[in-house]
């Protein structure tokens, strides 16, 4: 008999919007139908909240609950509730809504969707912000995942009303953006229109904060100073070629052994190289501190595909909350960021600007990442680190250190493991994106130490679309609560 599938094996954007779906309802029970849980367990218990949550699994994942898979999702619904709950209440919402626009099924949960409109909220607010503002995708905006919603087609007409312009120029949209912001924000701290994000809740209780809603925390980011402690980006190699042997007559039958013909290739032992040529990871990492609110963040630097030469992303993390990252940074708020601070000359942006192969990778190009990796150990050193050229792979950031990884004389063995790299077969996207990260990471660190604190709290900022706007990169983000 074949093993029944079951959620585990879904894509993460179906399990994405299964949870999302499930907090709603979920929300929807507690909030406006006054349902009370003791317990997780509970959930099982009450068969109109549970078919519910049965329904979306099978409508969207097409797969059927598992209690043994699927315990730890309701674990998360109870946690995210009950903070809800402890912080705002049972207000009078009439609308729990997630879906947007093309989302399959969606129709098959009509408590998304009020009577008057064929649009569910997330749908008219993409639409909306979208012909009104320009922006194209709406987490650029606002990372909220679902709505909690009073008298919607009011809001939307006075919504409409106050920000809708006969002509469309760059100043009046960025002042009717403002204008919608601050709409946004007085619904909310009403509790009219409510905008949440989610993630995933661990082993711990689930925490909740408000972003982008009050003067008062506006004046609380803008007055934040936050620090880079460390950086890592390791310019090692590992080997690729690792296989499990295979041969019952062999004295290693099962073992994992190297591949002795991939072992004779192994790149330039004469300089103290070892492994098959592929850099030992596919990023780098900038470790910040906000010491204001004792909050460390970890963003990671790397492609944004996984098998193809592709272009930069930047994830920061909260530290403690590493099952739930913060969201990207959206590239072209970075790069404007970038501009302002007078760096964005020393970054090429695409990947395209980068050699791709070994003949491309030749020794003026292999000469200007030395220099870049130079430039990266003096700019770290003047900020205290310890430049680590060993097998310390530990992530620990608060040592205030630059790693490079299990390689020594980075800026001479670190352009020839680069090299090396783009003439394996399937890894040269490898190389190319670590020129890149180089590059990126460069242009950081060439600025005066307290531009680059600066800079790092702004980046921080940008991912977690946090800040008024009105400033250099956007035009303001909307306000969110945050489950987390």
């Known amino acids: 008999m074949a093993k029944k599938k079951t959620s585990k094996q879904l894509s993460p954007s179906t399990v994405t919007r299964m949870q999302e779906l499930g907090s709603a309802w979920i929300f929807k029970r507690a909030i406006q139908d006054s349902k009370g849980w003791h317990n997780w367990e509970s959930f099982t218990k009450d068969p109109e909240t549970f078919n519910e949550l049965k329904k979306i699994w099978m409508t969207v994942g097409k797969v059927e609950w598992d209690d043994k898979v ?79 919603i009073q008298r919607e087609s009011h809001w939307k007409e006075v919504i409409k009303n106050a920000t809708k312009t006969p002509k469309k120029t760059k100043g009046s949209m960025v002042a009717q953006l403002n204008q919608f912001n601050q709409i946004f924000r007085t619904l909310f701290r009403n509790k009219q229109i409510m905008g949440i994000s989610l993630k995933k809740i661990g082993k711990g209780p689930a925490d909740y904060k408000e972003v982008n809603v009050t003067q008062r925390y506006f004046r609380k980011i803008e007055s934040a100073s936050m620090k880079l402690t460390g950086v890592k980006c390791y310019l090692g ?11 019952k007559k062999s004295p290693t039958f099962g073992q994992m052994i190297v591949d002795e013909e991939a072992e004779k290739r192994s790149i330039r032992k004469d300089l103290g190289i070892t492994g098959f040529p592929t850099i ?22 790397k492609n944004t595909s996984t098998d193809k030469m592709d272009n930069l992303k930047f ?30 000359n020393k970054f090429p942006q695409v990947h395209q600007e980068y050699p791709k192969t070994k003949t ?103 991912a977690a679309k946090q800040g008024r706007g009105g400033g250099f990169y956007n035009s303001g983000y909307g306000p969110f609560g945050k489950i987390y």
């Open 280 to 301: 030992e990871t596919q990023d780098s990492w900038l470790f910040i501190d906000d010491p204001d609110n004792d909050v460390k963040y970890k963003v990671q630097i």
């Open 70 to 148: 699927d315990a730890e999702w309701l674990k998360s619904f109870y946690k995210q509730q009950k903070v809800l709950l402890r912080k705002i209440g049972r207000p009078t919402f009439t609308l729990f809504t997630r879906d947007g626009a093309n989302q399959p099924g969606r129709d098959e949960f009509p408590w998304q969707k009020s009577s008057d409109s064929s649009q569910t909220f997330m749908e008219w607010v993409e639409e909306y912000i979208g012909t009104e503002f320009k922006i194209g995708n709406k987490d650029n905006w606002n990372p909220a995942d679902i709505w909690l």
């Open 360 to 462: 491309a990778y030749n020794r003026t190009e292999m000469n200007k990442t030395a220099k870049k990796i130079e430039n990266i150990e003096a700019k770290c050193r003047s900020l205290g680190m310890a430049v680590i050229t060993s097998n310390d792979s530990g992530e620990a950031y608060n040592e205030n250190k630059l790693d490079w990884g299990s390689v020594d004389k980075p800026a001479v063995l670190g352009p020839i493991n680069i090299k090396e790299t783009m003439g394996k077969k399937g890894e040269a996207w490898t190389a190319n994106s670590k020129l890149q990260q180089i590059s990126f990471l460069n242009a950081v660190l060439s600025q005066p130490k307290v531009d680059v604190n600066k800079f790092c709290t702004d980046l921080i900022y940008l």
């Open 237 to 247: 190699t590992k080997r690729i070629n690792i296989k499990e042997d295979r041969d």
């Open 315 to 344: 994830e920061p993390t909260e530290e403690g909350k590493g099952s739930a990252r913060m969201g990207k940074a959206t590239r072209a708020f970075v790069f404007d960021l970038m501009k302002a601070y007078g760096i964005l």
